[in-house]
């Protein structure tokens, strides 16, 4: 190679490096904090389900975004990776196109798959960026330090917009919890469940005092959200993590069988009474914080529509819940979602969506994990891979995040999705290859 060769093979990778640092802190911000930090609960548009997010700023800066790393991935040497598995999302997508073409509101379901696939594209890309293993948890970890920053921030200067209020429209009872910047206490629960997760690979990857850091600061958060759920859940997928690692014959039986148990026991309580006394006698509370009434029509109204279901984004705050619901009258009409992303799926996109998603989000992990070679099966980033999506697959029972495109839990499951599937992949690379092509020190 010429010394002018190099010089502009240099210049391309510097100027690669750069564009692939600024797109994933500019990514990893617009999930975790967000345009509209600090959201005033306590005013009447809270209370309007078309409010949030969804304004002009937020969605000029996502399709901004989403211009940037699909430019990014289209010139980059593993661009193949992109909007993997085909065959299955096409076959998926074009379900959920289908289902809410045929519904009472087909431009709900457009808009929401749209969605759904650009942010999806924007996961399959986004491990791209960084040049290396260490630079990816360098670039996670300064991320989440500055999460944690605006969260604490808010904490001390902006107690009356990031610590639930009494005066709040909508959950008064939630009142001295912590949410930080985000719009709710379990959203944030769930996030700082996730930067814990990030804390422990920085710790081994990169720096042991920033990961030391993120791990304490953001326990001390959950803590203070009053998230039982997710709080009991950080040491219960740490110890699941271990043990799926560790024995390869329980990886099935953790992933399909818990799962479906996790279900049976809170959704199935709901509607089976035996099952609810049994859960009851346990000590475990079988109403699930009040979701067994959301669950409970639910599947009333997944009964009248099984295959098709009501559309996708097309049943829950909807005039459609007035005839799904037949005599039944329940609070739960008014729910924002169902509180369970397995059963929102089903509901929204019948059971062939559902079926669908399952075949994407528990089998092929499974089977990617299984195809990993034993330096990467065991490796720092695929613990980090595995640890989130075992926390969200089960996190799932209770909470609705499927296909939510703006959710930073959906995005960075998408992304730990494909890190698994790069993971089966890999081929160790030098330093220096790993530069020269780019992505989480893959070949």
Known sequence: ?????????????????????????????????????????????????????SNRLNQIVSLLLFAGMFGYGLCHPMRNIILQPRPLLAVLFAWFLFVSVISAYPILGIKGTVLAVMVTVNASIYLLLPASERHFAKMLGVGTLIMLGVAYYGIAFKPALSIHQASELREPMNAGLWRGHFPHKNSAAAAMVIAAFFGLFVMNTWSRLAGIAIVLLSFNFLIHTGGKTSTAMLPAILLLAWIFEKFRFLRIPIVIGGVGLFNLFAVGSAVFTPLSELITELGIDATFTNRADIWRFAFTALAEQPITGYGFK???????????????????????????????????????????????????????????APAEEHSHLTRLFTRVWLYTIFNAGLESLFYEGGNLLWFTFLFSLYGLHLQARAVLALPSQSAEKGGVAYA
């Open 1 to 53: 190679m010429t010394s002018a060769a190099y010089v502009e093979t240099n210049a391309a990778d510097t100027l690669r490096l750069r564009v692939g640092t600024l797109l994933f802190m500019a990514m990893f911000l617009f999930f975790w904090i967000s345009i509209n930090p600090f959201v005033d609960l306590t005013g009447a548009a809270v209370l309007d389900p078309s409010a949030g997010n």
């Open 314 to 372: 097309a049943f829950w705050q909807t005039a459609e819940l007035v005839h799904s619901g037949g005599a039944i009258e329940t609070w739960a009409v008014a729910a924002a979602n169902g509180h369970n992303s397995y059963l929102d799926i089903a509901l929204t996109t019948g059971f062939p969506g559902l079926l669908l998603t399952v075949l994407w989000i528990l089998v092929l992990p499974l089977r990617n994990i299984a195809r990993m």
